[in-house]
């Protein structure tokens, strides 16, 4: 067994019924890591160029990393990926937990699921074996009623469970892969591609732990980061308020989505502050594995205790809908969690719904006599019915781009979507290097993708001092789009898929939070024995994000798809101007020059494939 890792990868095919373990050598961890790098391989390498991202040619990949299970808080997340039916590109999400390391303690770093099952079918892996078992008595339940009878049926309480719910099950282009209830693998509509193949469940369980080659050394960042987090005050932040302490100062900046994104304050933010949000509902602080920050909430609903929303669904389901009830948020969201649904995807599709419905684009005839008015959109009645694809929410299941093509008239450029996935909680208006992220990812407008650019506005701010391993010393404005702001995104993004191949939080890591570049540098050589460097895990992050660049190419996905929706180059009414269209076209072709792709197509090089050490595919041109 090599040092740190288990060295194996469980291969499932739920067409024959048949497991099998692949063990590929030292080559593949130190190219790849784990996470989105294990993803874009199997990705671009097994799912046939044109395949239905609902049919059995799919491939679902679920990977943690080779520094999986680490006692190091943050070393706890899990990628799930396969072509996205939202996007028909390439999909990644990831979410926290205890999935990952208990992938790792089970001998496995990660799980390749490919074909469809002809019946309801949940896979228990344990201990280095695996099993498909039947589901069919699991298929209709909710999430949670699904983790609890597997862990009933396993008889084990510590059995670790990522599942969908019927959203999932009746293919909602933007159903979730969840996990402990509260931990959503949201985005790219990865549950109806697991929904498609008819596997309601991975379960895990494992009692094995994989030798560090310096155990010491690993724990030694361990003690220190608990030693040391609340003395960071990003960190403490996360900490005290979640990240539902993010709201105030967004609104306070202008850059708050209100109402489709049509303006970046909102009159009602008090009521859907950190600071209320603690004191109304909040009863406890949850964690993932292994990690003292406890940045999730457990909140009681009418007596019942469940996981709390995240900063994201509080805005989607409030601000952008014109909402200051934030208890029917927590509702709406315990629902959505159940059922399976993405809450980012899921409010901004009814967002879209809403602004059309007020400019008589479509009425209650279309909507089942329901009123979709901002400030009194029925979520809690219209979840269910997308869930099950029911009436209207038949349309909205389909995400946002869909809906406002079978509107019609302007419906479309009221959509704020990226190749089809809708936009996060944050507006790029006010820090545009958002914006290029939104365009630029593989996977659409997703606000993971790069340290956010008003982290680094002085000189001095902690953020900033933490980059400076990158090269990255000067300050950036946070709505510059030149040549600076370029280089600044650019590298960051390979930073942050260098933490997604790795499975590593950023809220533990710099430059969001406390552990310094150079000890995650450190863990890695800890945990495996590599003599490793920034610039080998970095090298593994670029190539994690150009393996899934070449599936978008592959699948007719390239720099025509790399746009802002109409909506961000309007001004935000109480917020920010509108992003310049010739600026913001320019720096997006500095970012190609600057990758070494195709500066028109957007493209990947072969000289940027040939020092990545990728094999340059015969119908890249």
């Known amino acids: 067994m090599a040092a740190g890792y288990a060295g194996r990868i469980l291969r499932v095919d739920l067409t024959e019924k048949t497991v099998a373990v692949e063990e590929p050598g030292e080559k593949f961890y130190r190219m790849l890591l784990g996470g989105k790098g294990f993803a874009g391989h199997y990705l671009l390498e097994e799912v046939p160029a044109g395949a239905d991202p609902l049919g059995p040619e799919n491939v679902l990949v679920l990977a943690g990393s080779v520094v999986s299970g680490l006692p ?8 799930v990926a396969a072509k996205s039916p939202l996007t028909g590109g390439y999909g990644e999400a990831e979410a926290g937990g205890f999935l990952a390391p208990e992938l790792k303690f089970a001998g496995f770093e990660a799980v390749v699921v490919r074909g469809a099952s002809d019946r309801p079918v949940y896979l228990f892996v344990h201990d280095g074996q695996a099993e498909i078992r039947d589901a069919s008595h699991l298929w209709g339940l909710g999430t ?33 892969v969840m996990h402990e209830g509260r931990n959503a693998a949201g985005r790219c509509g990865l549950g109806a591609v697991m929904g498609s193949k008819r596997l309601k469940a991975v379960a895990v369980r494992g009692t094995g732990k994989p030798e560090l080659a310096d155990r010491e050394g690993v724990l030694g960042i361990a003690r220190w980061f608990r030693d040391h987090y609340r003395d960071n005050p990003l960190s403490r932040a996360l900490h005290d308020l979640g990240t539902a302490g993010l709201l105030g100062g967004l609104n306070a900046t202008g850059m708050l989505p209100t109402r489709n994104f049509s303006a970046g304050s909102f009159e009602g933010w008090e009521a859907l502050s950190g600071e209320t949000y603690e004191k109304r509902f909040v009863v406890d602080r949850w964690g993932c594995y292994a990690c003292p920050v406890r940045c999730k909430r457990t909140v009681r609903l009418e007596g019942v205790e469940a996981g709390g929303p995240e900063y994201e669904t509080i805005a989607a389901f409030g601000s952008n809908l014109g ?3 934030l208890g029917s948020i927590l509702e709406v969201n315990r629902l959505c969690n159940d059922l399976g649904l993405d809450t980012i995807s899921t409010g901004v599709t009814l967002a879209l719904a809403a602004e059309c419905f007020e400019r008589g684009l479509i009425t209650a005839r279309d909507t089942g006599g329901m009123e979709l008015r901002f400030g009194r959109v029925p979520a809690r009645e219209l979840v269910p019915l997308i869930a099950r694809r029911e009436g209207f929410g038949a349309d909205l299941a389909e995400g946002a781009r869909r809906l406002a093509e079978k509107i019609g008239g302007p419906a479309p450029s009221l959509a704020v979507e990226v190749k089809g996935l809708e936009a996060a909680m944050h507006d790029p208006r006010g820090k545009v290097s958002v914006g290029l992220g939104y365009a630029l990812a593989a996977h659409g407008a997703d606000h993971m993708v790069a340290a956010h650019d008003t982290m680094f506005l002085k000189r001095g701010a902690y953020p900033l001092e933490r980059i400076a391993p990158f090269g990255l010393l000067d300050p950036v404005d946070a709505r510059d789009l030149g040549p600076a702001k370029v280089r600044h995104f650019a590298t960051l993004e390979i930073w942050w898929d260098t933490l997604k191949s790795l499975g590593i939080c950023f809220f533990c890591v710099a430059p ?9 540098v450190d863990s890695v050589r800890y945990a495996t024995g590599w003599e490793t460097s920034l610039y080998e895990l970095m090298q593994a992050g670029e190539r994690a994000n150009v393996q899934a660049r070449l599936f978008n190419c592959r699948e007719g996905l390239d720099a025509g798809a790399d746009r802002l929706p109409p909506r961000f180059t309007e001004d935000a009414s109480g917020g920010h101007p509108g992003i310049d269209e010739a600026a913001f076209a320019q720096a997006r072709r500095t970012y190609y020059e600057l990758r070494g792709w195709d500066a028109d197509a957007g493209r990947p090089r072969a000289a940027a494939l040939h020092r990545l050490g990728l094999p340059v595919p015969g119908w890249l041109s």
């Open 512 to 520: 969001r939070s406390l552990l310094p570049v150079g000890m995650v």
């Open 144 to 176: 949670f009623a699904t983790e609890h009878a597997i862990r009933e049926e396993l008889g084990d309480a510590r059995v670790r469970v990522a599942c969908i719910g019927p959203a999932g099950e009746n293919l909602v282009r933007y159903a979730c």
């Open 72 to 79: 190091i808080p943050g070393y706890s997340r899990f990628t």
């Open 323 to 325: 909402s200051d009830d």
